[in-house]
């Protein structure tokens, strides 16, 4: 609908609009501020590639991939509490992101769903269960997470070269891991895995150059090649 719109800075539905479809607002490249009050679902691209500095969505219940991909002056995110999935790319190169806030009732966070974010701390709200591939991959700047206790998946790369994440991290709800989760995590410190964790893949910790120690689980019957390549401190 708006498209390309080059000079739309402001846009105020005054609670009246429920669903913005794909691609409604895409690369409005001077758009600065929407109001989203009453919104329930945001469409693929909707936002995307726009100028918004921050966003609250108090009554989203649905994000579909790629809502706000490429907003590179967007700082901060107010999440709602009905949402329960972050989906692919929805964040994906907000390079600006240091805050996101709410989304208390999350539960999975989708693919690359804030890749290459500025965000330096993230808490899950001991509610996320699911970080898929390359959820947080790239975040250079995110140096703590909190509210891990429900995490049971970690999938292929989910902070593969979060560089900067650091201290020591606990994951008692664990079941699965895939490769590269922790990929060049440079500055962490340690690991804890609960009992439910039956395998280590490859590359797990490839280059944690500062990593000085893992708990595995008793109940850990396999453990692939090289999982803790790089790594000199245990």
Do not use: W
């Amino acid at each position: 609908a708006f498209s390309n719109c080059s000079y739309l800075k402001e846009v105020n539905m005054r609670g009246s609009v429920e669903h913005i479809r794909d691609y409604a607002f895409n690369a409005c490249s001077e758009m600065q501020s929407i109001d989203l009050t009453g919104v329930k679902s945001i469409a693929p691209y909707a936002l995307s590639s726009t100028a918004l500095t921050e966003i609250s969505m108090p009554d989203v219940e649905i994000l579909q991939k790629y809502a706000f991909y490429e907003c590179d002056s967007l700082k901060t995110v107010a999440l709602s509490n009905k949402l329960n999935i972050i989906p692919e790319g929805c964040f994906y190169k907000c390079t600006a992101l240091t805050t996101v806030t709410g989304g208390e009732n999350v539960t999975e966070i989708g693919n690359s769903a804030f890749g290459n974010c500025g965000l330096t701390s993230f808490d899950f709200n001991d509610k996320v269960t699911t970080l898929v591939r390359y959820a947080f991959s790239n975040c250079a700047e995110l140096q703590s997470i909190s509210g891990t206790s429900a995490i049971a998946t970690l999938e292929y790369g989910a902070f593969y070269n979060c560089k900067a994440l650091a201290g020591e991290l606990e994951f008692p709800a664990i079941t699965s891991i895939e490769q590269y989760t922790f990929y060049y995590c440079n500055a962490l410190k340690g690991v804890t895995f609960g009992d439910g964790l039956t395998s280590l893949p490859t590359y797990t910790f490839y280059n944690c150059v500062e990593l000085e120690y893992v708990s595995l689980p008793a109940g850990l019957t396999q453990v692939a090649n090289f999982p803790f390549s790089g790594v000199n401190k245990l």
